[in-house]
C-alpha cells in the first residue's frame, strides 16, 4: 500500500476528516504520485528525502507543462479541484529504472531522489507505479540535521506525531503546496528561480503551539493512515507569509 495523505488549509471552511461531502468530494477524484528511490545500500537520509519530497511537488506546479495550456495542464486543475491527495511509493534497481521511463519530473537532493509523476484518478494507476510498495519502508538521518536558515521557508513537523518516512513525504509535500497557492505571482517566481530552497524541520512543542496559532499554512491530515483524523501535521513558515502576519 502506499501512503495516501489529503490536506486542507485550516480555515477554508473544507473538512479535513472526510467523514462529510463536501463541494471537492463532487469532482472526479485523482492523485499526485511520488516516487522515492531507496536502494538497499544506499538510502537517502530521511531530512533530505522529506525537503526533496517537498520540492517535487513545488516543481511540477510549476512546470510549464502543468499550467495554463501544457500537456498536464488540465489533469493538474481537476486534481486541485478535488481532495488534495497524494501518494507516496519506493523504488530500486529496475523498479525505479521503469518508473523514470514514464511522464514526470526526477528532483534530486544531497542523497535523495524523488521523481513526480501528473496526477492520476484512484483507480487509474500506471502498471508500473501501481505496484509499487512504500509501507514498512522509513529512513533515518546518519546525524542531526543542522539548524534551518531562518531566511528560507521552513516546514514544521509537529513534534508529538511518529510518522513513517513515507508518511511524512506527502505531508511536507502539502506544506509546500499549501504555502505556494498563498503566495503572489512575484513570490512564487523568486521562490522558482532560486531553486525552491527549503527546510523541513521538527519543530520543538512551545514553538509548535506558537505556529498552529500563526495564520500560517497548516496541513490537517485525512486520517487514512498512520495517525488520527484532523491531526495538523505541518506548518510552513515562509518569509513572505511571515511578513504579512
Keep these: 500500500m502506499g501512503v495516501i495523505s489529503d ?95 514514464l511522464p514526470g519530473i526526477t528532483v534530486t537532493g544531497k542523497s535523495a531522489e524523488v521523481r513526480v509523476f501528473p496526477p492520476v484518478p484512484l483507480d487509474g494507476w500506471p502498471k508500473d507505479l501501481a505496484r509499487l510498495q512504500v509501507s514498512g519502508t522509513d529512513l533515518d538521518d546518519p546525524e542531526p540535521p543542522a539548524d534551518a536558515d531562518p531566511t528560507a521557508p521552513v516546514l514544521w513537523l509537529n513534534p508529538d506525531l511518529d510518522m513513517s518516512a513515507g508518511k511524512t513525504m506527502a505531508q511536507t509535500g502539502h506544506g509546500a503546496q499549501l504555502a505556494w497557492w498563498e503566495l503572489s505571482d512575484e513570490e512564487r517566481t523568486a521562490w522558482r528561480e532560486a531553486g525552491f530552497p527549503l527546510s523541513v524541520r521538527t519543530a520543538a512543542p512551545a514553538r509548535w503551539a506558537e505556529l498552529t496559532a500563526s495564520g500560517l499554512p497548516l496541513v490537517k491530515d485525512a486520517g487514512f493512515t498512520e495517525i488520527a483524523p484532523g491531526s495538523a501535521t505541518v506548518v510552513t513558515e515562509h518569509p513572505a507569509l511571515r511578513r504579512r502576519g
Design 7 to 101: 490536506s486542507t488549509v485550516s480555515g477554508d471552511g473544507a473538512d479535513p476528516f472526510l467523514n462529510e461531502p463536501t463541494v471537492r468530494d463532487e469532482a472526479p477524484q485523482f492523485v499526485l504520485p511520488l516516487v522515492v528511490r531507496i536502494e538497499r545500500d544506499a538510502p537517502p537520509a530521511r531530512t533530505d528525502a522529506l525537503e526533496t519530497a517537498a520540492r517535487a511537488v513545488l516543481t511540477i506546479l510549476s512546470d510549464e507543462r502543468a499550467v495554463g495550456d501544457g500537456e498536464w495542464a488540465q489533469v493538474m486543475r481537476d486534481w486541485q479541484d478535488a481532495r488534495i491527495r497524494k501518494v507516496v511509493r519506493r523504488a530500486r534497481g529496475a523498479e525505479w529504472r521503469r518508473a523514470e521511463a
